[in-house]
C-alpha cells in the first residue's frame, strides 16, 4: 500500500453518508417529502408524533434501498430490522429515531476510487434506512427558537464506510464516487443546496504500526469541498495537539465554513446512550429472492461498466470517457449523438466525444447550463461530425457552424448550404489554383526547392485564399505535393 504519511502520522477516515432517499413521500407517512414548502406545511399527525399514530412503512423506500445496496456490491439481507434511537431534542417529537442499527438492509459493500497510484478499494460496512429528524430554527428571533417539523420523517440512507480512507483527497474521491452511484440508480437525487446528501467525518492519526487512535465525528457536513476542509483542519488539530503530549478527546465537532475550523459540539455518546429497541410497532423487513432478484435484473449501468464500454468500444482514452460518464445526462447525450452518426461504427465517437468536451462544454459552462438546457437537439453535433468525415466541411468550417447552431438552433446541413460553406474537394478545381499560385511565386518555389521548408505552409496558405478559406486541407497538400513533384 502507498499510504501516505503527513508529518509522520497516517490520518484515518470512516465516512457516514445521510442520503436522501428519492421517495415523494416520507418513510412512515404519506406526508410529501419535497423541499422548500412552507415550514410546517409537510407534516402529518403521525410525522408531529401524536399519540396513537402508526407508523406505516413506505415500500417504495425499501427498493431504493435494495438498488442501492446492489449498486455498491452489498450483501442484502433478507431481514432486516428497525430500531429506536432514543434521545431528547425538541426537533424530534416523538422522542426517538428510526433507525436500523442491529440488523440493517445492506452489510459489506465496496466503492473503488481513482488514485494517484492506480485503484483503491473502499468498503462499506452497511446501509441502513432511517429517518429524518425536523429543523430547530435560531436565527428568526433573537430570543426564540422556532421548529420545522417538514423534515420529520423524510427517508434516509445512511451508508456507513469502513475507516479505509488515508486523506481528505481520498474521502473527498470516495464521495464524488458514491454521489456519482447514487445518481446513475436514481436513488438520491444528491442535490447539495437542498441538503439530499450530507456527511459525518470521522477523523483520527497514529503512528502506523500501532493501533488506531481515538476518533472525533465532524457532523452534518454539506458540501464535498468543506469535507476536505474539515478534515484537514481537524488532522492538523490533532497533530498539534497529540505532538505537545496532549490527548485527543472522543466527540462530536461542528465545521464553521465562514472560519474553516472545528468545534466541540458535545462529547461522543456510545450507543448505549441511545437505549436502542426493536420498534415495537414495526415488523422486521422480509425480502423474498424474488424481489431481489427482480431488483438486481433491472439495475442499470454504473458508472465503472460504462466507462469501460466507452473505451472498449468507442475507442475513448481514459480521460475523455471519465468527462462523459462523470454525469449520467452527458453521457446519454453522448450515446445519443453517437447512434446518429452514419459513422458511429469507424471514427465520429471520438470526434463527437472532443466536440461535446472542448466546444460544447465551453459555451454551456460559460453560460451556467446543463447539458439537458442546450440550445439545439444533441444529435446536430453528431450531424456536424459526420459532415466532417465525409468531405463537406473542415474542421475550422465547423466551428462556424458549430457557432450558428448556438444562435440559430438550426441543423448544421441547412446552414453550410445557407452560408455556403461545402468545402471545395474538387481535385481539378484545387489543381487549377495550386497551379497559379506556384506559377506567380516561383522565386518562392526555388528557395522551397533548395531547403526552405518552411515555405510549403506559405503555399498552403494563399492556395486556402484563393479558394476563400473552403479548400479542402488535405487535398490541398496533396496537390501542392504533386505538382511541387515528389
Ligand atoms: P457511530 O455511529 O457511533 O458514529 P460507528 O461504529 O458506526 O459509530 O462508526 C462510525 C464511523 O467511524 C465509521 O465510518 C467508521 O469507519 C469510523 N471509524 C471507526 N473508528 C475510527 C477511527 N479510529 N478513526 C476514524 N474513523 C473511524
Ligand atoms: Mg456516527
Not at 471545395?424 to 499560385?437: H, L, M, N, P, Y
Amino acid at each position: 500500500m502507498s499510504d501516505k504519511l503527513y508529518k509522520g502520522w497516517e490520518i484515518v477516515i470512516g465516512l457516514e453518508v445521510h442520503a436522501q432517499i428519492s421517495s415523494k413521500s416520507k418513510l412512515f407517512s404519506r406526508s410529501p417529502a419535497n423541499f422548500g414548502a412552507d415550514p410546517n406545511t409537510n407534516v402529518s399527525l403521525y410525522d408531529a408524533a401524536l399519540p396513537g399514530q402508526l407508523p406505516v412503512l413506505n415500500n417504495f423506500c425499501i427498493e431504493q434501498a435494495v438498488k442501492t445496496g446492489i449498486a455498491i456490491d452489498g450483501t442484502i439481507n433478507k431481514i432486516s430490522v428497525f430500531d429506536r434511537k432514543n434521545y431528547f431534542y425538541p426537533d424530534l417529537p416523538s422522542g426517538y429515531q428510526i433507525s436500523q442499527l442491529y440488523h440493517p438492509i445492506v452489510t459489506n459493500g465496496k466503492i473503488v476510487i481513482e488514485e494517484e497510484f492506480g485503484e483503491k478499494t473502499i468498503n462499506i460496512e452497511r446501509i441502513h434506512i432511517e429517518q429524518d429528524a425536523g429543523k430547530s430554527i435560531h436565527d428568526l428571533s433573537p430570543n426564540e427558537t422556532y421548529i420545522d417539523l417538514n423534515r420529520s420523517g423524510v427517508p434516509l440512507m445512511e451508508i456507513v464506510s469502513q475507516p479505509d480512507m488515508r486523506s481528505s483527497s481520498e474521502a473527498m474521491q470516495y464521495v464524488k464516487k458514491l454521489r456519482m452511484i447514487l445518481r446513475y440508480v436514481g436513488t438520491c437525487d444528491c442535490n447539495m443546496e437542498k441538503g439530499n446528501i450530507r456527511f459525518d467525518a470521522n477523523v483520527s492519526i497514529h503512528k502506523p504500526g500501532t493501533p488506531f487512535g481515538t476518533r472525533t465525528e465532524i457532523k452534518n457536513i454539506n458540501s464535498i469541498k468543506f469535507l476536505g476542509f474539515a478534515i484537514d483542519y481537524e488532522v492538523e488539530r490533532q497533530v498539534s495537539l497529540l505532538e505537545i503530549g496532549g490527548k485527543v478527546v472522543q466527540e462530536t465537532r461542528l465545521f464553521d465554513p465562514n472560519t474553516g475550523e472545528t468545534k466541540s459540539m458535545r462529547s461522543k455518546e456510545d450507543a448505549a446512550d441511545y437505549r436502542y429497541f426493536p420498534d415495537p410497532d414495526l415488523k422486521p423487513i422480509t425480502l423474498t429472492d424474488e424481489f431481489i432478484k427482480r431488483i438486481r435484473n433491472n439495475m442499470p449501468e454504473l458508472p465503472d461498466a460504462k466507462k469501460k464500454r466507452f473505451i472498449d468500444i468507442y475507442a475513448l482514452n481514459i480521460y475523455d470517457a471519465n468527462i462523459l460518464i462523470e454525469d449520467i445526462d452527458v453521457a446519454n447525450k453522448f450515446e445519443e449523438a453517437v447512434n446518429a452518426s452514419r459513422f458511429a461504427s469507424t471514427n465520429s465517437p471520438k470526434l463527437i466525444a472532443n466536440w461535446m468536451i472542448s466546444e460544447v462544454f465551453a459555451v454551456l459552462n460559460k453560460e451556467g447550463k446543463s447539458i439537458n438546457e442546450l440550445d439545439f437537439p444533441i444529435i446536430y453535433i453528431a450531424e456536424m461530425v459526420d459532415l466532417i468525415i465525409d468531405g463537406t466541411i473542415s474542421g475550422k468550417i465547423a466551428k462556424t457552424v458549430l457557432n450558428e447552431m448556438f444562435t440559430t438552433k438550426r441543423k448544421p446541413a441547412d446552414i453550410v448550404q445557407d452560408m455556403g460553406l461545402s468545402q471545395i474537394s474538387d481535385e481539378t478545381i484545387i489543381r487549377e489554383v495550386v497551379e497559379k499560385v506556384l506559377k506567380n511565386n516561383q522565386e518562392k518555389v526555388k528557395e522551397y526547392k533548395s531547403g526552405k521548408d518552411k515555405l510549403f505552409g506559405f503555399f498552403v496558405g494563399v492556395t486556402m485564399k484563393e479558394l476563400a478559406g473552403k479548400g479542402n486541407p488535405e487535398k490541398i497538400n496533396k496537390i501542392i505535393k504533386e505538382v511541387l513533384g515528389y
